[in-house]
């Protein structure tokens, strides 16, 4: 999804990627894994691979991610906190196989109070362009 909104906004891609990239088994959610200690605070949110980019070019920022219990996964909470989304449309989009949204939002805005965020939307896997 992201790909798509990125060429149809003729905007550039930035992948949130954590330093230590996730397994297989750290996605297992039916299993004690890493995904479950990071969304239940067990452990510390992870560090990312890149820097924060400067978006003080930007006036909008689409914010893609999965959907995790109901969250946004805490590497993009950590970008959210750290990219001085002060002043700029943050419009969120999630893909989730079940859950809304709506459980994510709060979160998010919280973390960028000075944002200017908008309702976003959810995708599942049979969207297409």
Known sequence: ??????Q??????????????????DLN????????AEQNGDVEPPAL????PD????DTVF????????????AVLAFVEAAGLAGKVVVPFCTSGGSG???SLAELEAAAPDA??????????????
């Open 29 to 36: 959610y039916n299993a004690d894994c890493r995904a479950n």
């Open 8 to 25: 149809g906004a003729g905007a550039p891609l930035l992948e949130i990627v954590p330093q230590e990239p996730y397994t297989a088994a």
């Open 55 to 58: 978006v003080a070019a930007f």
């Open 116 to 129: 200017d965020w908008r309702p976003g939307r959810r995708f599942d896997a049979g969207v297409s362009q």
């Open 49 to 52: 691979a890149q820097p924060i």
């Open 63 to 74: 914010l893609g991610y999965p959907i995790w219990w109901g969250r946004a996964p805490r």
């Open 101 to 103: 949204i709506e459980g």
């Open 1 to 6: 999804m992201a790909e798509k909104i990125a």
